[in-house]
C-alpha cells in the first residue's frame, strides 16, 4: 500500500490550510472562469509528551472522524521480520488494558460507526468516523491502542492474527492474477537490505516466525507518541476537544527519539529483464519502472505530470502508439510514486490475450520518440491543471478525507497544510521542468522490466528476459498444526498505573437523523428532477439515468449496452475521444457513461460555476455518439479482453457462477453485465445504433446535488429532458426461474489456489416487497461488516479468512441473501461447516440483546448517510429507481424500531434457511474437491457439481 503516495500526489493533493499554531491558508485556482480562494481554518497543539494534535471543526453532519499516523511502515522493518508493520497495525487492532477484547472492531460498528487502519512503505494509520455521541468512547479507544497495549498480548493472539494476515496476503497476492508484480519489482529495484527491497505485506515465511519479544520491540521503538499525529474533524468545541485530548492522551510516556528517515534513492548500474508465470493471469502484462525521487524532492511534482502527460490521456503518446495505433492493448497507466526515501515511475500495459510483449516493448519506445520529439502539448498541461480544483473539493467532502491528511501531511511533510503547497507547486510545474524530468529519469536511463504471462505462454515474454522468482506457498488438504488457533484466555497482566480514570465513558447526546431536504420539478417529456442544494463546497454531481439495462437484451445481445456505454465514453459526433477528453478537462469535470444491470447512467462533477457548460458536454454524449468504425473496433477489443482477464479472477468466476445458478440462463440478471465472448464477438455497430435509439425512449430520470438552487438547475438540465423521448412501453418481464438448485453444492476448479472463494446463499425478495427491509435489516447481525457473527468467527476466532461477510442488494426483482468470503485453502471443509451450522441456528437463538445491537447500529449509521455529494445522489437514485418516498429513510428507520424478536425469528426461519442455499466453491480440485465432497455428503446434500470457470458442468 502506498497510502502517502496517494494523499500527497499532485492528481490527487487535498487542499488544507494553516501554518503555525492556528492559521488558514488559500489559493488561487485558475480554471476557465472565476476561481474561487480556498481557504480552511486548523488548529495544531503539542502535548508534553511529543504527540502532535490537528483539530477542525466541521459541523455539516453529527460526526466525527479521529485519525491516528504513526512514522513507521514496512521501512521501519529488519530483514527476516518483513511484513511486521503491517502485522503490528492489525495486532493494535485488538486487545488494550482498559478496553475488552474486541472492541476496535466490534462495538466500532455497533455504535454506527465505521473503522479501519493500513500500513505502507513509510506508515501506518488508524481511523474511525462515528456518530458525535461515541466521539469520547473513540479517544478512550484510540489512547488505550496507542499508550496501553502492549503488555495484553498473548502468544494465542498473536498465532491467531499471523492466520488472518496470512489470508489477507493469500487473497491479495497469492490467489490475484499480478500478485507477485510488487514483490518481483521491489527485489530487482531496490539493494539486498534497502527498506524498500521487501514489499509491505511481507512474506509468509516471516510472518509465521514472529514472536511475543519482536511485537513489543516493535511498539517500543516507533509507537512512542513524539512519533505520531492525531487529527480529529467534525462536529466538535475545539477548547473541549483539547481538554479530552490532553486528559485521554497525556499520561502516555513520550518514546524513544526517532529520527526521520534519510533519502536512500536507488541507481540501476544495468536495466533488468525478468519474466515471470503466473498461474492466475489470462493476458500478458509488461510493466518498465525507473528510479526517481523521494517525497518532497523538488522534481516530485515534474514527475508526477509527467506520467499524465505521458499516460493519463488518450492523447498521451503510451495511449496513442500502444492503443490507438498498434492496437495491442485496451489501455496503457503510467504513474509516479514519490515515497518518503526513493520513488519509482511506472509505465504498466496489460496487452491483449496472446500479445507478444516484444510488440508492446516496440510501441512503449515508440511512445518515447513521440514525446522526444515532440514534447508536452500546452492543452493537455492546462487541462491537467484544470482538473486539479475539482480533484481538491472533492478531497474536502468528507470529515475523514480532511482528518487523514491532515495527520499525514502534519506527519511526513512537517505541515498539515503541506498539500496547498502541492496545490501551489502543481500549478507552477512548467512543459520545459516536465520535459528535463524526463530526459533526467526516464530517457537513456536503466529500469527494471517485467513480463507477467499467463501459465504455458512463456514464449509471449520480452526476449532476453531471466526467470524471476518467489516463494510460494504449497497448498495442502489438512490444517497444519500452527494453523489451528483460537482467541485464546484473555491475558493476564499489572495494569499501568494512571492519575485519570480509563474506564468506558458514557455515551454523549444521541444525535437526530435528519434526512436532507428534496426538492424536485417536472420537466418536458415527463422527465422528473430531483436535487438536493449544498453549499459546503462549490461542486455539483448529477446525473441522467435511463432505466432498461439487461432486461432490452437477449441472451444472445448479452453485453450490448455495456458496449454502448463504452462507445459513448469514446468521442461524440463532433470530437474524437481526446477532444471529448480535452473539452471536459479543460472545465475541470469528470463524465462518464456506465451501464448496470438495471439502467445506463450518465454522471457528470463539474465546478458549479461550469455547470451548463457540462451540461452541454453530456447533451453531446448522450444525443450524438461517435459511430466511427475505428471506435467501435477498439472498444469491441477492450471489451473482449476485459472479459478474458475476468477469467483470472476468482471471486468473478464464483459471483458470475452463483447469479447464473440462481436466475438462469434466460434471465437478464443471470448474465454478466459485460456479457460474455460468444455474445460479445458478433456485436455490430448496427447493434449499438439499435441499443441506442432504445436507451433514448426510456423514461429518463434526473438527479442533481451540490451548489446550485433548483431554479438555474431545472434550467440548465432542460436540454437533457429535451433530448429524450419516453415511449411508454413496459419493460420485457422475464419469469424468475424454478430453485432447481437450492441444497446444492457446485464445485470450480482453480489449479493452484491458495484459497477458496465462497458464494452461499438463496433467492429472497425484491426491494418494493414489504418483507425486504426486514431481511436487510435481520441479516446485519449476521454479516454486516467487521461486527457481524461471520467475521467475528471466521476471522477474529478461528484465523480461516481475511474477511466474511452477508448481505441482500437491492432490486426490482427479488434478489439474492449472499454469503461471501475467501478462505484458506486447507479450512475450506471447517469454513463450509462452521458458516452452515451458523446459519441454522441464526434465527432461533436470535434475542432480545441481538435485536436492541441491530437497531442502535443501524439507526446511528445513518447519521454518515448523506455527508457526500455522492450519497446525496446515491439516495435521490433509490428514490427514483425503486419508487420510494422522500423521507424513506427515516421511514425505514421507524420501521426497524418496530421490529420485535419474533419478526427478525421469522425473517431468518423464511428467507434464511440453510437447507434452500446454493453453495459454491472456487478452488483448487486437487486438494479441495475431497474435502468438499465429504462436506456435501455429510449435510445431505449429495453430489458435489463440478462446474468449469464459465459455470457450466463439467462431463
Not at 510488440?359 to 486539479?388: C, H, P, W, Y
Request: proline residues 4%; negative net charge.
Amino acid at each position: 500500500m502506498t497510502l502517502r503516495a496517494f494523499l500527497l500526489a499532485g492528481a490527487t493533493a487535498f487542499i488544507f490550510a494553516g501554518c503555525g499554531e492556528v492559521g488558514t491558508s488559500s489559493s488561487e485556482v485558475p480554471a476557465t472562469a472565476e476561481a474561487t480562494a480556498l481557504s480552511i481554518d486548523y488548529e495544531k497543539f503539542t502535548l508534553d509528551n511529543g504527540l502532535d494534535v490537528i483539530l477542525q471543526v466541521d459541523r455539516s453532519d453529527p460526526i466525527v472522524a479521529v485519525t491516528t499516523v504513526i512514522h513507521a511502515g514496512s521501512n521501519r522493518e529488519k530483514p527476516g521480520r518483513t511484513g511486521f508493520a503491517h502485522f503490528f497495525e492489525h495486532m493494535a487492532f485488538n486487545d488494550s488494558e482498559n478496553v475488552p477484547r474486541g472492541w476496535n472492531r466490534k462495538a466500532i460498528p455497533d455504535w454506527g460507526g465505521q473503522r479501519n487502519g493500513g500500513t505502507w512503505s513509510d506508515g501506518t494509520i488508524y481511523y474511525e468516523v462515528v456518530p458525535k455521541d461515541a466521539f469520547d468512547k473513540i479517544l478512550w479507544i484510540d489512547s488505550d491502542r496507542l499508550g496501553y497495549m502492549i503488555n495484553t498480548v498473548t502468544t494465542a493472539a498473536l498465532e491467531r492474527e499471523k492466520q488472518v494476515v496470512k489470508n489477507e496476503k493469500r487473497q491479495r497476492v497469492d490467489n490475484a492474477a499480478y500478485g507477485y508484480t510488487g514483490e518481483v519489482i521491489r527485489t530487482a529495484l531496490y539493494p539486498e537490505g534497502h527498506p524498500y527491497s521487501w514489499t509491505v505485506i511481507g512474506s509468509l515465511p516471516d510472518l509465521q516466525a514472529a514472536t511475543l519479544e519482536d511485537l513489543r520491540e516493535f511498539h517500543s521503538d516507533w509507537y512512542g507518541p513524539n512519533n505520531v499525529t492525531l487529527s480529529i474533524v467534525g462536529d466538535i468545541d475545539i477548547a473541549e476537544t483539547k481538554e479530552k485530548v490532553e486528559l485521554w492522551f497525556g499520561e502516555i510516556p513520550r518514546g524513544r527519539e526517532v529520527e526521520k528517515p534519510a533519502p536512500q534513492p536507488v541507481t540501476l548500474t544495468e536495466t533488468k529483464n525478468l519474466w515471470f508465470e503466473d498461474n492466475f493471469a489470462k493476458l500478458p502484462e509488461l510493466r518498465l519502472t525507473f528510479p526517481t525521487v523521494e517525497s518532497l524532492h523538488e522534481e516530485e511534482q515534474a514527475l508526477d505530470m509527467l506520467a499524465s502527460i505521458l499516460g493519463g490521456s488518450r492523447n498521451s503518446a503510451l495511449y496513442v502508439e500502444v492503443v490507438d495505433k498498434a492496437k495491442l492493448a485496451p489501455n496503457v497507466s503510467a504513474f509516479h510514486r514519490a515515497n518518503q526515501i526513493a520513488g519509482e515511475f511506472t509505465i504498466r500495459v496489460r496487452a491483449n490475450a496472446g500479445t507478444d510483449l516484444d510488440d508492446v516493448k516496440a510501441s512503449i519506445e515508440a511512445a518515447m520518440a513521440k514525446f522526444e520529439a515532440e514534447g508536452v502539448n500546452a492543452t493537455d498541461l492546462e487541462r491537467i491543471k484544470a482538473e486539479q480544483e475539482t480533484i481538491l473539493y472533492n478531497s474536502l467532502s468528507t470529515v475523514l478525507g480532511k482528518s487523514n491528511d491532515l495527520a499525514t501531511s502534519n506527519e511526513f511533510a512537517g505541515d498539515p497544510a503541506y498539500s496547498a503547497k502541492v496545490a501551489e507547486k502543481v500549478r507552477a510545474v512548467t512543459a520545459e521542468q516536465i520535459e528535463a524530468a524526463y530526459d533526467k529519469y526516464i530517457k537513456g536511463q536503466n529500469y527494471v522490466m517485467t513480463s507477467f504471462v499467463p501459465k504455458g505462454q512463456t514464449e509471449l515474454a520480452v526476449e532476453g528476459a531471466e526467470r524471476a522468482t518467489v516463494w510460494i506457498e504449497e497448498v495442502t488438504s489438512g490444517i497444519a498444526a500452527n494453523e489451528e488457533v483460537s482467541a485464546g484466555e484473555v491475558a493476564e497482566f499489572e495494569k499501568t498505573p494512571t492519575k485519570h480514570d480509563r474506564s468506558e465513558p458514557p455515551f454523549g447526546e444521541l444525535p437526530l437523523l435528519k434526512m436532507p431536504e428534496i426538492w424536485d420539478r417536472e420537466l418536458t417529456n415527463g422527465v422528473t428532477l430531483r436535487g438536493i442544494e449544498t453549499d459546503e463546497i462549490p461542486l455539483v454531481q448529477f446525473d441522467i439515468t435511463l432505466p432498461g439495462g439487461r432486461w432490452t437484451e437477449s441472451a444472445e445481445e448479452n453485453g450490448r449496452l455495456f458496449l454502448l456505454a463504452e462507445l459513448m465514453n469514446e468521442g461524440t459526433a463532433t470530437k474524437s475521444a481526446g477532444e471529448l477528453e480535452q473539452a471536459v478537462g479543460l472545465l475541470g469535470s469528470g463524465i462518464n457513461v456506465s451501464a448496470n444491470s438495471e439502467e445506463l447512467i450518465i454522471s457528470a462533477t463539474t465546478l458549479a460555476r461550469n455547470f451548463e457548460a457540462t451540461v452541454e458536454l453530456v447533451e453531446e454524449i448522450l444525443t450524438e455518439p461517435r459511430w466511427e468504425t475505428a471506435d467501435f473496433d477498439r472498444v469491441k477489443s477492450a471489451a473482449l479482453t476485459s472479459i478474458k482477464g475476468r477469467e483470472a479472477n476468482p471471486n468473478a468466476i464464483a459471483t458470475q457462477a452463483y447469479n447464473g445458478l440462481i436466475y438462469g440462463d434466460e434471465h437478464p440478471l443471470g448474465r454478466p453485465v459485460s456479457g460474455s465472448a460468444e455474445s460479445v464477438s458478433p456485436l455490430e455497430m448496427d447493434d449499438l445504433k439499435t441499443a441506442h435509439t432504445t436507451v433514448l425512449t426510456a423514461p429518463a430520470r434526473l438527479n442533481i446535488v451540490g451548489d446550485i438552487d433548483a431554479d438555474r438547475a431545472a434550467k440548465g438540465l432542460a436540454m437533457l429532458a429535451e433530448a429524450v423521448s419516453p415511449s411508454g412501453a413496459a419493460r420485457p418481464e422475464y419469469y424468475m426461474p424454478r430453485q432447481d438448485n437450492a441444497g446444492k453444492v457446485f464445485f470450480i476448479n482453480v489449479p493452484g489456489s491458495k484459497q477458496s472463494v465462497l458464494r452461499i446463499g438463496k433467492l429472497t425478495a425484491a426491494t418494493g416487497d414489504a418483507d425486504f427491509n426486514k431481511i436487510v435489516f435481520t441479516n446485519e447481525k449476521l454479516g454486516g461488516g467487521i461486527s457481524g457473527d461471520l467475521a467475528q468467527v471466521l476471522r477474529i476466532e478461528k484465523g480461516y479468512t481475511y474477511g466474511a461477510y452477508s448481505s441482500v442488494p437491492n432490486g426490482t426483482v427479488a434478489r439474492p441473501f449472499t454469503i461471501g468470503t475467501s478462505v484458506r485453502a486447507n479450512a475450506t471443509q471447517a469454513s463450509l461447516e462452521t458458516i452452515r451450522d451458523m446459519v441454522r441456528a441464526y434465527g432461533p437463538e436470535f434475542d432480545e440483546a441481538a435485536v436492541e445491537t441491530t437497531q442502535q447500529k443501524l439507526i446511528k449509521e445513518n447519521t454518515r448517510a448523506f455527508e457526500s455529494l455522492g450519497a446525496k445522489l446515491g439516495t435521490l437514485r433509490n428514490i427514483g429507481r425503486y419508487g420510494l418516498s422522500t423521507t424513506y429513510v427515516e421511514e425505514e428507520q421507524a420501521e426497524l424500531v418496530e421490529m420485535t424478536e419474533a419478526d427478525f425469528k421469522r425473517i431468518a426461519e423464511e428467507y434464511l434457511n440453510e437447507s434452500e442455499m446454493i453453495y459454491v466453491v472456487v478452488g483448487d480440485k486437487d486438494t479441495q474437491f475431497g474435502p468438499v465432497q465429504d462436506f456435501a455428503d455429510t449435510t445431505g446434500k449429495g453430489d458435489v457439481v463440478e462446474l468449469d470457470i464459465y459455470g457450466e458442468p463439467v462431463e
